[in-house]
């Protein structure tokens, strides 16, 4: 079956995510869109993934927990789970590598915590926009090892990009996808990869319309995960 998806949306806790990147209002927007999945993608933290996947519990929408990673070469790569306890494994080791750095609200943006019915709960101190501790070498590793599914995001972006960062990715990492906003670009890269397209939206309005689908056997998270991980284009 052909599932529409984004798989690269941040909520207000990235700073650079806007405020009104509530779960309740990305669960709809995607609904609204017609999307079948959608994974949340905040920058070094799942601290609202949880909520989103519970805001869409009703609903036919599926949540993958997902993470966009800041390496320490600064590349952006994005991390899906079929379960937040793996992602929550993750996200300790990827936070407590990132340095203490306060967030500065007036200059990034703030950081906000939410349940699932769009309450405020708090407010992330640390900036999370930082590089990590991880390179991609280590980080891929990791992700592997917990049984995720990790790609480079947006590599035809000219800064956080595995491409701009390293010129080229690198043999030893297997990645099965790549994620490309502009299917103009690169497209020699969709003979050895699976490529994606995300909106990678910090605005609701940005959130991908059903255009990009990917083929599963059915309508389930590891069904989604199982296909990004063959090696055979989408
Ligand atoms: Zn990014
Ligand atoms: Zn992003």
Known sequence: MNLYYDFHIHTCLSPC???DMTPNNIVNMAIIKGLDVIAITDHNSAGNVKACMD???ETELLVIPGMEVTTSEEIHAVVLF?????LKTLEKLIYDSVPN???KPDIFGRQIFMDSEDNEVGEEEKLLITACGFDIFSLYKKVTELGGVIFPAHIDKSSFS???NLGAIPR???FRAVEIKNAQKCTEYALDYKVIH????HYLWDISERENYISADGKSISDVLYKLQQKSTI
């Open 101 to 103: 750095v306060k967030n």
């Open 198 to 201: 995300s909106s990678d939206a």
């Open 17 to 19: 995510g806007d405020e």
């Open 162 to 164: 595995i491409l701009s």
């Open 82 to 86: 079929d379960n937040l306890d793996s």
């Open 55 to 57: 805001a869409a519990k």
């Open 172 to 174: 030893e990492l297997k």
